[in-house]
Nanobody, 124 residues
């Protein structure tokens, strides 16, 4: 599976961005896909994930502001980010994996495939 993340950019606080994670591979619909972000000098942290069943998971700090979705026909996963805050500034990565149990869905080590990052910068 190869992943291509896009959609990052510079936005003012309160604005919105939609990130896209385009994948290759006919079995992509069976994968769980996550978005993780990395602040400068820090480890990657979980943001959101979606299973093949459509079940979604979010870190508390983005609940109600971010929405993850997938379009299996387009082999793409989206992260709609609304009400952006300066603290959301980071490099965002999409990642995919299979057979990830619920207790591990938030761990970066659970994902075997990674796209390149896309920079999101939120100005105050």
């Amino acid at each position: 599976v190869q992943l291509q993340a896009s959609g990052g950019g510079l936005v003012q606080a309160g604005g919105s961005l939609r990130l896209s994670c385009a994948a290759s591979g006919s079995t992509f619909s069976s994968y769980a896909v996550g978005w993780l972000r990395q602040h400068p000098g820090k480890e990657r942290e979980f943001v959101a994930a979606i299973r093949s069943t459509g079940t979604t998971y979010y870190v508390d700090s983005v609940k109600g502001r971010f929405t993850i979705s997938r379009d299996n026909a387009k082999i793409t996963v989206y992260l709609q980010m609304n009400s952006l805050e300066p603290e959301d500034t980071a490099v965002y990565y999409c990642a995919a994996g299979t057979r990830i149990i619920m207790t591990m869905i938030r761990r970066a080590s659970s994902y075997a495939y990674w796209g390149q990052g896309t920079q999101v910068t939120v100005s105050s």
